[in-house]
């Protein structure tokens, strides 16, 4: 059984708009590209992550930047696992 995690957060872009990025946390490359593929048609931005861990270590600039300054220290603990 596959499991698959998407995660949605709002992002400002240089221009000082917001969007929507959506990562797709999914082991199984044919099922993750698909999901990217289908968000992309209706205009959001996506990224993809083969791992959980992955997306800690390599999402978690994404993550830091939704997280609230006070609230920074549960990101370190969770990337300490």
């Known amino acids: ?10 992002m400002m872009t ?3 708009k917001h969007e929507l990025l959506i990562s797709i946390v999914e082991n199984k490359t044919c099922v993750r590209e698909s ?3 289908f968000f992309r ?3 959001y931005k996506t990224k993809e992550y083969p791992t959980a861990e992955d997306y800690l ?15 920074s ?3 370190e603990r969770i990337r300490a696992l």
Do not use: F, T
């Open 1 to 10: 059984m596959s499991r698959v995690l998407i995660s949605c957060m709002r």
């Open 14 to 16: 240089p221009h000082g």
């Open 35 to 37: 999901l990217s593929s």
């Open 41 to 43: 048609s209706l205009g």
């Open 57 to 71: 270590v390599k999402g978690s600039s994404d993550v830091a930047a939704c997280i609230p300054e006070r609230n």
């Open 73 to 75: 220290s549960q990101l």
